[in-house]
């Protein structure tokens, strides 16, 4: 309604905007893997080490924690324990750069979602898919350090296919929901940096589940309730040595198992609901 002096004039309903998937999951698609291929190209435009930058910073981490692992607290007991290492450190890198950079990537594209009509969730969207490019490098280097270590490859390293298709789940739908909070509550940002310090620590990147289990056997098996938590284990069992337990065992069985997969999945449908109920009101709430 507007009046204007004494008359009152009936504008009718708001106008919404466009919602998560409207055009369609092909177009929807299309859009993600070009705004994602634009990122990863434009993220090293001009840069002379270009790619090299990108694996500094996992790489610079895992030769800290190596020695502080080997040469103070010396875990040399851990099979394999400098690969199982990077390869936590590559996990998790994935889930932060894809979330981290979530947060903020509505606010980011403001002109876009302003200007222009298109499917609002190819913007969290294209984040994870940017990172998982740079997981399949990070994840090349990971293969090389291996096959330094003399860890001889087999057809179980094929098994780690799946294991990154449920984190790219569960990293996708914490994509989408943090982006969608983050358009009303500026508080997400640092809540969710917080967040991240504590799935750190508590997904057995640094202490592995074998070395909880020796005094701490409950509390092991309840850090793989983590979803990154339990893929790192069964990572490490397919790919680095079988001395790692792997998931199902060290969880307690396969109906234990469950509760990652399910937070996985309950993550990723509440991400979906929530950006899809915030999306035609985006444009209004910037």
């Given at each position: 309604?507007?009046?204007?002096?004494s008359?009152?004039?009936?504008?009718?309903?708001?106008?919404?905007?466009?919602?998560a998937?409207?055009?369609?999951?092909?177009?929807?698609?299309?859009l993600t893997?070009?705004?994602?291929?634009?990122d990863?190209?434009?993220?090293f435009?001009?840069?002379?080490?270009g790619?090299l930058?990108?694996l500094?910073?996992?790489?610079?981490?895992?030769?800290?924690?190596?020695?502080?692992?080997?040469q103070?607290?010396?875990?040399?007991s851990?099979?394999?324990f400098p690969?199982?290492?990077?390869?936590?450190?590559?996990?998790?890198?994935?889930v932060?750069?894809a979330?981290?950079?979530?947060?903020?990537?509505?606010?980011?594209?403001?002109?876009?979602?302003?200007?222009?009509?298109?499917?609002?969730?190819?913007?969290p969207?294209?984040?994870?898919?940017?990172?998982?490019?740079?997981?399949?490098?990070?994840?090349?280097?990971?293969?090389?350090?291996?096959?330094?270590?003399?860890?001889?490859?087999?057809l179980a390293?094929l098994?780690?296919?799946p294991?990154?298709?449920?984190?790219?789940v569960f990293?996708?739908?914490?994509?989408?929901?943090?982006?969608?909070l983050?358009?009303?509550?500026?508080?997400?940002?640092?809540?969710?940096?917080?967040?991240?310090?504590?799935?750190?620590?508590?997904?057995l990147i640094?202490?592995?589940y074998?070395?909880?289990r020796?005094?701490?056997?409950?509390?092991?098996?309840?850090?793989?309730?983590?979803?990154?938590?339990?893929?790192?284990?069964?990572?490490?069992?397919?790919?680095?040595?079988?001395?790692?337990?792997?998931?199902?065992?060290?969880?307690?069985?396969?109906?234990?198992l469950?509760?990652?997969?399910?937070?996985?999945?309950?993550?990723?449908?509440?991400?979906?609901?929530?950006f899809?109920r915030?999306?035609?009101?985006?444009?209004?709430?910037?």
């Open positions: 309604m507007a009046s204007s002096g008359e009152v004039v009936d504008l009718g309903e708001p106008i919404r905007g466009p919602s998937l409207s055009g369609g999951f092909r177009r929807s698609l299309q893997v070009a705004i994602a291929r634009n990863f190209k434009l993220r435009f001009g840069s002379v080490l790619y930058w990108q500094m910073r996992p790489l610079l981490l895992f030769g800290v924690l190596l020695f502080v692992f080997t103070v607290v010396q875990l040399t851990t099979p394999h690969v199982a290492l990077l390869l936590g450190i590559v996990l998790f890198t994935f932060a750069e979330t981290s950079g979530a947060v903020t990537c509505v606010i980011d594209r403001e002109n876009l979602v302003r200007k222009i009509h298109f499917p609002r969730v190819v913007i969207l294209a984040v994870v898919l940017t990172a998982m490019f740079n997981l399949v490098l990070n994840l090349v280097i990971v293969l090389i350090f291996a096959l330094a270590s003399n860890i001889r490859p087999s390293w098994g780690l296919l294991l990154l298709l449920l984190l790219a990293a996708t739908g914490m994509s989408m929901l943090l982006s969608a983050y358009v009303r509550y500026r508080d997400v940002q640092p809540i969710w940096e917080v967040s991240l310090q504590i799935m750190f620590y508590a997904s640094l202490v592995p074998e070395t909880i020796e005094k701490h056997d409950a509390l092991a098996s309840v850090l793989l309730y983590n979803p990154l938590a339990a893929v790192l284990q069964q990572s490490r069992h397919l790919v680095v040595d079988r001395n790692y337990v792997n998931a199902t065992d060290a969880i307690g069985g396969a109906g234990w469950l509760i990652p997969f399910v937070v996985t999945i309950g993550c990723f449908l509440l991400g979906l609901w929530v899809n915030e999306a035609p009101l985006i444009a209004e709430e910037l």
